[in-house]
């Protein structure tokens, strides 16, 4: 059964920082472009970062642009979202997702993490 499993969520002043992790299970993502979305309450989900299979390529919204990386470990089949200066807007569930396709962000992403909750307080 191939799970993606999230952590590092948590409540974090504005300006600070938090690093989300995401391992994989079940099979290998090596070969698979992965990102990170997120959903505020009574807002669409959105993206908010993406990478390709070795890390050459990624893409991130103008919202997050300087602000969040987003990085991938094969070895561990682990992918990273490193966010900061963080503000109240940013706050939202954020999901890790795999798509079966390299494109960077891609057209869909067929699995998906149960999320973690990120809090920015003012």
């Known amino acids: 059964q191939v799970q993606l499993v999230e952590s590092g969520g948590g409540l974090v002043q504005a300006g600070g920082s938090l690093r989300l992790s995401c391992a994989a299970s079940g099979r290998t993502f090596s070969n698979n472009a992965m990102a990170w979305f997120r959903q505020a309450p009574g807002k669409e989900r959105e993206i908010v970062a993406a990478?390709?299979?070795?890390?050459?390529?990624?893409y991130y919204p103008d919202s997050v642009k300087g602000r969040f990386t987003i990085s991938r470990d094969n070895a561990k089949n682990t992918v990273y979202l490193q966010m900061n200066s963080l503000k109240p807007e940013d706050t939202a569930d954020y999901y890790c997702?795999?798509?079966?396709?390299?494109?960077?962000?891609?057209?869909?992403?067929?699995?998906w993490g149960q999320g973690t909750q990120v809090t920015v307080s003012s």
């Open positions: 997702v795999a798509s079966i396709s390299d494109s960077v962000p891609a057209s869909r992403y067929d699995y």
């Open positions: 990478i390709s299979w070795n890390g050459g390529l990624t």
